[in-house]
């Protein structure tokens, strides 16, 4: 299964919302062991969405 992370930015002076990739994860059959972030994806996503962030 491959799931796409996407940051929604929705200012408030009414433009439309964009939409930003935060990542994929790739993951085989989910269960418990397997549905959460591992550390170096966690690290990645947050990183990623402080440059989002910024550049907003």
Known sequence: ???TLQI???SED???PTTRE???LHR???GPAT???R???AHE???TLQQHLLAA
């Open 14 to 16: 009414g433009t439309a």
């Open 39 to 41: 550390l170096a994806e």
């Open 22 to 24: 935060a990542g994929f």
């Open 28 to 30: 085989g059959e989910l």
């Open 8 to 10: 929604v930015l929705d």
């Open 45 to 47: 996503v947050l990183a």
């Open 1 to 3: 299964m491959k799931l």
């Open 35 to 37: 549905a959460g972030l």
